[in-house]
T-cell receptor, first 110, second 117 residues
Framework: GQNIDQPTEMTATEGAIVQINCTYQTSGFNGLFWYQQHAGEAPTFLSYNVLDGLEEKGRFSSFLSRSKGYSYLLLKELQMKDSASYLCAVAAAAGNKLTFGGGTRVLVKP | GAVVSQHPSWVICKSGTSVKIECRSLDFQATTMFWYRQFPKQSLMLMATSNEGSKATYEQGVEKDKFLINHASLTLSTLTVTSAHPEDSSFYIC?????????????FGPGTRLLVL
């Protein structure tokens, strides 16, 4: 079966850094995704990791360790507009469906 | 690139009626489309996977006769909620995955909010 865990909520201050962790246990692995979802809107793609290491894309970075079944999304220089839910999702096999974690609601305070 | 549209964005209907939601990939051919449902403050729940030209694969607990999916072309999939009831009120989101070149990434439509009275 598939199991994906991430914290339910996190609060951080504008300008700070927040790290959202995601651990997974899946029967196979073909990549891990991070999506951002604002309330009432559809998810938007942030990052895709299939090899170990850090992928940096502007203020957002995503890290993957396949041996540990672990990923994190790092948000730097937080802005108020970053307040959203962040969804971790795993593709168990090529061409397969994504399994989503419960999402982490991030609240950025002034 | 990789734009997915959904129509309509909002639907309010009476109990017992059927509602059709369209999902289109605008600038790529979507070999696979996915339909999700999301209740307030919850994560996405996959309802079904549809591949162009073949029958959809439904997740456990999703009634295929109630949620009819048609993926007639590489750019269009439709979800029909038949005989809708208030408990079907939810946020329905489709996503599309293209052929090689876009990898495994799924791109989401803007969602359709359904309210059944």
């Amino acid at each position: 079966g598939q199991n994906i865990d991430q914290p339910t909520e996190m609060t951080a201050t504008e300008g700070a850094i927040v790290q959202i962790n995601c651990t997974y246990q899946t029967s196979g692995f073909n990549g891990l995704f991070w999506y951002q979802q604002h309330a009432g809107e559809a998810p938007t793609f942030l990052s895709y990791n299939v090899l170990d290491g850090l992928e940096e894309k502007g203020r957002f970075s995503s890290f993957l360790s396949r041996s540990k079944g672990y990923s994190y999304l790092l948000l730097k220089e937080l802005q108020m507009k970053d307040s959203a839910s962040y969804l971790c999702a795993v593709a168990a096999a090529a061409g397969n469906k994504l399994t989503f974690g419960g999402g982490t609601r991030v609240l950025v305070k002034p | 690139g990789a734009v997915v549209s959904q129509h309509p964005s909002w639907v309010i209907c009476k109990s017992g009626t059927s509602v059709k939601i369209e999902c289109r990939s605008l600038d790529f051919q979507a070999t696979t489309m996915f339909w999700y449902r999301q209740f307030p403050k919850q994560s996405l729940m996959l309802m079904a996977t549809s591949n162009e030209g073949s029958k959809a694969t439904y997740e456990q607990g999703v009634e295929k006769d109630k949620f009819l999916i048609n993926h007639a072309s590489l750019t269009l999939s439709t979800l029909t909620v038949t005989s809708a009831h208030p408990e079907d009120s939810s946020f329905y989101i489709c996503s599309a995955r293209g052929a090689s070149g876009l990898g495994e990434t799924q791109y989401f439509g803007p969602g359709t909010r359904l309210l059944v009275l």
